[in-house]
């Protein structure tokens, strides 16, 4: 007779332990093919079980072709051909270790107490009482229409943009728009970037094998002259804060873009955080001043929100529009439903331009707040801000004489990971050395006197009047 100790306070109900260790026996071959098991009255009287707890345990290994039965006689052990490696785990690489660091000055993150939480759960709240047919619908693939109407109603208030709602496509994040760009525009075609920029994007066009240049700035951003001879087609830009080096492109360098991109090429306007401009006026985009259909734009959730929310958007000319519903309607869309009701729920009300009010008030004191930690600190004197007026990163150039690379190594010896301007460019020698990029959204304000001190003794900068 089958005999088991099941454990009664285990996390596992009764008849998933004798389930378990019944096929256990049989794929072990303790019970062998054509054995005929205990009865269900008789198994359960001599486990002190309940007839159900067997008959259960009995009907899952019966559903899984573990035993057979034969009617008026009783339950009989399969065939179980080779025993399948049960619970032998794949060899798999180290895991990766990610450094704690006692602060980061390099990712941009968001505080639990700038997510509109109390807000968005209401918002969600209300979504699934009165979508509930919608959220089970299948959704459109360029994303939901109440999301891509509070899009283009947003871009026309705030951007001066006028969008049509069909114009747009929604996607998981801007990095997953960028493979279907290239997936529309042509793997044949040949890719520019900024360099230094956004690394990234770099990445996504070598990942997919497309040819990729990188072009140079100047103090206008991207070279027209390098990206005239380079044989670009299409080209990737950051006009209204260009990263890391905040440059905003003047309208004359836009229009030789334009004029650049003619009737045959094409640029991708990436206005990742231009809801950030703390000084002036928002920058008209390339977007609206393209008269010839070459621009796609794009932007994302990620700087206003969450870069965990992940939620993007495209908008393509109407000669694209047309291109992509022949060549890439069948991708579903990426975002689920529930978070694009919610967010044009969010939209629709007025709680997103609120919080981008409130927002852009949290980082200019933010910013304010770090600039006056690091000017009580002992890198006073010794440092100049060269870029401060838009975005959630700025640039700080430090005074010695200490080559990036020993910079970088030292702080992170010092628990700091830094990033430097040398960091964003294909040849770091290019750079202008000793430049610290400061991502500041995420920075706990109260660590940061104490790592600046941490920084000033690894690079031996001692509090004084020397300035740069
Ligand atoms: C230049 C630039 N573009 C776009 C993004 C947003 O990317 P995603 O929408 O994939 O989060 C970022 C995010 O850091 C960025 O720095």
């Not at 968001?110 to 959704?139: G, Q």
Request: charged fraction near 25%; charge should be neutral.
């Amino acid at each position: 007779m089958l005999t088991y100790t099941l454990d009664k306070t285990a996390g596992e109900s009764l008849y998933e332990q004798l389930y378990r260790r019944i096929k256990e026996d049989i794929l072990a071959g303790r019970l062998a093919s054509g054995e005929k098991l205990p009865s269900k009255r008789m198994l359960s009287q001599h486990l002190k079980l309940s007839v159900i707890t067997v008959k259960n345990a009995y009907e899952q290994l019966l559903a899984e072709g573990y035993i057979y039965a034969e009617e008026k006689k009783g339950y009989y052990v399969c065939r179980v051909e080779g025993l399948p490696t049960v619970g032998k785990a794949a060899v798999l690489p180290p895991p990766e270790e990610t450094p704690d660091y006692f602060l980061d000055f390099v990712t941009n993150s968001i505080s639990a107490e700038d997510f509109p939480f109390t807000v968005w759960s209401r918002m969600m709240r209300r979504t699934i009482l009165e979508e509930d047919k919608k959220l089970l619908s299948p959704m459109a693939y360029n994303g939901a229409r109440e999301l891509r109407e509070a899009i283009a109603r947003y871009l026309y208030q705030f951007r001066g943009m006028s969008v049509d709602p069909g114009q747009i496509v929604v996607g998981a994040g801007t990095e997953f728009l960028y493979n279907l760009i290239i997936q529309l525009l042509g793997r044949d075609k040949c890719y520019a970037v900024e360099d230094p920029g956004y690394g990234k994007i770099g990445k996504i066009y070598e990942s997919n094998q497309v040819a990729l240049k990188r072009v140079g700035l100047d103090e206008g951003g991207l070279s027209v002259r390098q990206l005239e001879t380079c044989g670009a087609d299409v080209v990737h830009i950051s006009p209204s804060h260009h990263y890391p080096t905040g440059i905003v492109m003047p309208i004359t360098r836009r229009q030789e873009l334009l004029r650049w991109a003619g009737q045959s090429r094409y640029i991708l306007e990436d206005d990742y955080d231009s809801e950030f401009r703390f000084v002036g006026r928002p920058i008209q985009t390339l977007f609206s001043i393209d008269e010839n259909q070459r621009v796609i734009y794009l932007n994302t959730f990620s700087k206003t929100i969450a870069p965990s929310i992940r939620i993007s958007y495209m908008i393509l000319p109407p000669q694209l529009l047309l291109q992509y519903r022949e060549k890439l309607w069948f991708y579903a869309c990426t975002v689920p439903s529930f978070e694009q009701y919610t967010l044009a729920r969010f939209m629709e009300r007025g709680s997103y331009e609120m919080h981008i009010n409130r927002m852009k008030n949290r980082y200019h004191q933010k910013r304010d707040a770090v600039i006056a930690r690091i000017e009580s600190s002992p890198f006073a004197g010794h440092v100049q801000i060269l870029e401060e007026d838009a975005g959630l990163h700025f640039l700080l150039r430090i005074d010695t004489d200490l080559p990036d690379e020993t910079l970088r190594r030292r702080a992170a010896e010092k628990g700091v990971r830094m990033a430097l301007l040398s960091d964003y460019y294909t040849q770091p020698e290019k750079a202008r050395p000793h430049v610290m990029v400061v991502n500041y959204s995420g920075i706990d304000l109260a660590k940061l006197p104490e790592a600046l001190g941490r920084l000033a003794e690894a690079f031996e900068i001692e509090g004084g009047d020397r300035h740069v």
